[in-house]
């Protein structure tokens, strides 16, 4: 008999927010708000990889066995 497959957990959808939210460009077209000087296009970016990388570990401790 084989061993359940591991793959089927809900949690990794989740892992489809950070390669699709980075993608939808409504989201950073454009200049303003600034924060600090820097242009939205820029301190979004790095909120999206402060957003995947959150995301990441919690399906990471999520679906850990």
Request: hydrophobic content about 55%; proline content about 11%; aromatic content about 16%.
């Amino acid at each position: 008999m084989d061993a359940p497959r591991s793959d089927r957990n809900p949690w990794y959808w989740l892992l489809v927010v950070p390669v699709v939210v980075p993608l939808i460009p409504a989201l950073f077209n454009s200049i303003e708000p600034r924060l600090f000087g820097i242009p939205l296009f820029y301190w979004l970016q790095l909120l999206f990889i402060l957003l995947s990388v959150s995301i990441t570990i919690l399906v990471y401790r999520r679906t850990r066995a």
